[in-house]
Each structure stands twice: as C-alpha cells, then as structure tokens.
C-alpha cells in the first residue's frame, strides 16, 4: 500500500469508480509533469446525494452540506487522476483547484463550500495538498449538482 493510499485508509476513504464521461471528455489527462482532471461532480455510488441550489432559504442545498459535497467531488478528482498514474504517490502537489457552486442568487459563500474540498486535499497530502484555488459561483452545473470541483496536479 502506498503512502496515500495509506493516508486515505486513515481518513476512513477510498477512491470510488470514476464516472463515466456524460460527454466527450475524458476524466483525467496527463501532459508531461501535470494532471488535469475534467469536472467532478459529488457521485456516491453513481448517483448524487443532492440537486439544486446551495443557499440558506428554505429547500436549496445547506452550504454545509455542500461542503461536504465538494469534498466528495475532490475525491472523485483523485480518483479520475489515479487512472493515469502508476500511483497517486507520483502526486508532487496539488497546484490548483476550481471550485463551482450552482448558487441561490443571494448566495456569496463559495468560498467555504469549496474548502470542503480544500481541506480534503491537506489531509490527504499534507502541505503538498496546499494549493491556488478559484471558487466561483455559477446559475446551474451538469445534472443540477450543487457543486463541481477540478484539479491541477503536478507528478513525477
């Protein structure tokens, strides 16, 4: 078992199937020393544990919720990475992260939701899993997901 395998392991976390592309993309690509991986939703199972909004009026999606769903989403990234690594231990760091939150229109905390996923990533990778990030706030996302999350990793 490698070393974040093992990191995971801890966390109580394993790397889910990968979802299939529900376009033409592929999940994850590597050009020389970076991965990039497509938009990840927060699938559990192949199916999303929400849809709709994230806000705080009555019926859209609780920001802390989505939180969680955004963690979620950054693991599924990782998972979409390992099909093109021998291991995610060839991970050098985390280099960005794009966050999208399907947002109420009075709704301005993208930014916490999207640490779900930030968060994760330093648990898993320790300083290595610092990275640039963007948390942007969008109308809607592929399916009606709350959120959608990206990486940038650079490997060896």
């Given at each position: 078992?490698?070393?974040?395998e093992?990191?995971?392991?801890?966390l109580?976390?394993?790397?889910p199937p990968v979802?299939a592309?529900?376009?033409?993309y592929?999940?994850?690509?590597?050009?020389?020393?970076?991965?990039?991986?497509?938009?990840?939703?927060?699938f559990?199972?192949?199916?999303?544990?929400?849809?709709?909004?994230?806000g705080?009026?009555?019926?859209?999606?609780?920001p802390?919720?989505?939180?969680?769903?955004a963690?979620?989403?950054?693991?599924?990234?990782?998972a979409?990475?390992?099909?093109v690594?021998?291991?995610?231990?060839?991970v050098?760091r985390?280099?960005?992260?794009?966050?999208?939150?399907?947002?109420?229109?009075?709704?301005?905390?993208?930014p916490?939701?999207?640490n779900?996923?930030?968060d994760?990533l330093?648990?898993?990778?320790?300083e290595?899993?610092?990275?640039a990030?963007?948390?942007?706030g969008?109308?809607?996302?592929?399916l009606?997901?709350?959120?959608?999350?990206e990486?940038v990793?650079?490997?060896r």
């Open positions: 078992m490698g070393r974040v093992a990191r995971l392991a801890d109580g976390l394993v790397l979802a592309p529900a376009g033409s592929l999940p994850a690509l590597r050009s020389g020393s970076l991965v990039y991986t497509a938009g990840q939703l927060p559990v199972d192949g199916v999303l544990p929400a849809t709709g909004k994230v705080t009026d009555h019926g859209s999606v609780d802390d919720e989505a939180r969680s769903y963690a979620t989403c950054a693991l599924n990234a990782l979409a990475a390992a099909t690594l021998d291991s995610l231990d060839d050098v985390v280099v960005k992260l794009t966050g999208f939150v399907a947002s109420d229109p009075a709704f301005t905390g993208q916490g939701v999207i779900g996923a930030s994760l330093a648990e898993i990778f320790g290595a899993g610092r990275h990030r963007s948390a942007v969008v109308a809607v996302l592929p009606d997901s709350p959120v959608e999350v990486l990793l650079e490997v």
